[in-house]
């Protein structure tokens, strides 16, 4: 419970920074991961869901085959099918990818903002937390009812895919 408490807390405080939302993927095991926490408007994510964006999505890409942190805006190059470009229609204008290894486990997080790049230190903080996010649910087999409702109450999306 006191790992299920913190992860509340720190999904809390990537909020705080990722004023325009997150999508955090931990633990993927093939295309599938174990918890996906969302935050974007629910325009977007059905948007991004109706289209396919995930195949073609490059911090998703970026995030798979990379650890550590990369501006959306680096990503340009690799976005063939404009995915971040479509984003920014939605507001989500000014983003961070983030990976994370470790356990012999993968997670991914995307985080946003519509007024302005990430700063050095929110980026570090970002990946920080993702890092601790990362090793909380590794041995997690699923949410209590009461911080899935917290979960809700901060408008975070939650999937369980065990």
């Not at 325009?20 to 991961?33: E, K, N, Q, W, Y």
């Not at 961070?96 to 997670?107: F, K, L």
């Not at 991914?108 to 302005?116: N, V, W, Y």
């Given at each position: 419970?006191?790992?299920?408490?913190?992860?509340?807390?720190?999904?809390?405080?990537?909020?705080?920074?990722?004023?325009?939302?997150?999508?955090?993927?931990?633990?993927?095991?093939?295309?599938?991961?174990?918890?996906l926490?969302?935050?974007?408007?629910?325009d977007?994510?059905?948007?991004?869901?109706?289209?396919?964006?995930?195949?073609?999505?490059?911090?998703?890409?970026?995030?798979?085959?990379?650890?550590?942190?990369?501006?959306?805006?680096?990503?340009?190059?690799?976005?063939?099918?404009?995915?971040?470009?479509?984003?920014?229609?939605?507001?989500?204008?000014?983003g961070?990818?983030?990976?994370?290894?470790?356990?012999?486990?993968?997670?991914?997080?995307?985080?946003?903002?519509?007024?302005?790049?990430?700063?050095?230190?929110?980026?570090?903080?970002?990946?920080?937390?993702?890092?601790k996010?990362?090793?909380?649910?590794?041995?997690?087999?699923?949410?209590?009812?009461?911080?899935?409702?917290?979960?809700?109450?901060?408008?975070?999306?939650?999937?369980?895919?065990?």
């Amino acid at each position: 419970m006191a790992d299920q408490l913190e992860i509340h807390r720190l999904l809390e405080e990537v909020q705080k920074i990722a004023t325009a939302g997150f999508a955090l993927a931990f633990h993927v095991r093939f295309t599938t991961p174990t918890f996906l926490f969302q935050t974007y408007a629910s325009d977007w994510l059905d948007h991004y869901s109706q289209n396919g964006f995930v195949m073609s999505d490059p911090t998703v890409a970026w995030g798979f085959e990379n650890t550590g942190a990369i501006k959306w805006s680096e990503l340009a190059e690799q976005d063939t099918m404009n995915v971040l470009t479509k984003a920014a229609e939605f507001g989500l204008k000014y983003g961070t990818a983030c990976g994370v290894e470790a356990g012999e486990s993968r997670s991914l997080g995307s985080f946003a903002r519509a007024d302005r790049e990430f700063d050095a230190d929110e980026t570090k903080m970002l990946v920080d937390m993702m890092t601790k996010l990362h090793m909380l649910t590794a041995n997690i087999k699923t949410i209590s009812p009461e911080t899935n409702a917290a979960l809700r109450t901060m408008s975070v999306q939650f999937t369980h895919s065990r």
